[in-house]
């Protein structure tokens, strides 16, 4: 049942951002398809995904949105001259817009960054699924924490938009063609740590929730219900 509660909890994740970025990195550098070609075909999911849930239920997934929206930059950005330095550039674009959709989202009802670190803390068992879920709706302090963890995120991923660009224009070429990467893993890497910030109160409030939602089944309680939250 717990394994079932973590593979839907992921399934966001995996079919909106890891097949999406899995497929580009295999089709553009394993298999050397074209630029645009890879990141076509790697849209597809999320823009079948987007037109979905519109019509199902009448929404925008955020996820498959962002994505498809990265990589439909991604190609018009592709048609902007040869010059080496603009299609290094361009990938500061990339992370702009997935930073700066994050950070937006972090002000909305629903933080793109909550998808991510849902499955995380509550690790498939239902229990915490239904706190979490709980605490989502109704705790202000949770609400600002989720909010904060977004906005470490997206904060992050601006940082990093801004030194490539300043590298692309100011570094020899074959430096950023390997900083580009160092770049991102430690935007990622300090977005990690510094999430902690947040991460770590909202994992204990989930776990306090769901020890005393324990607490009263363990005693026979004729009706269990989520504690009221702080």
Known sequence: ????????????????IAIPLGSYYALHDGFGVGLVMSLALSSVVPAARTVFSLIKDRRVNGLAALMLAVNVIGIALSFVTGNPRIMLAKDSGVSSV???AILVSAFGSKPLMSAGLKPMITKGQATKVAVWDH??????RFQRLERLFSVIWGGSLLVECVARLIGAFTLPVSTMVWLGTVLTIVAIGAAIVIGQVAADPMEKMVEAEADAVAKREAAGADNVRLPKAA
């Open 1 to 16: 049942m717990a394994g079932n509660e973590l593979v839907n909890n992921l399934k966001p994740l995996v079919l909106d």
């Open 98 to 100: 997935i930073g700066i």
């Open 135 to 140: 605490l989502a709706a109704t705790s202000t």
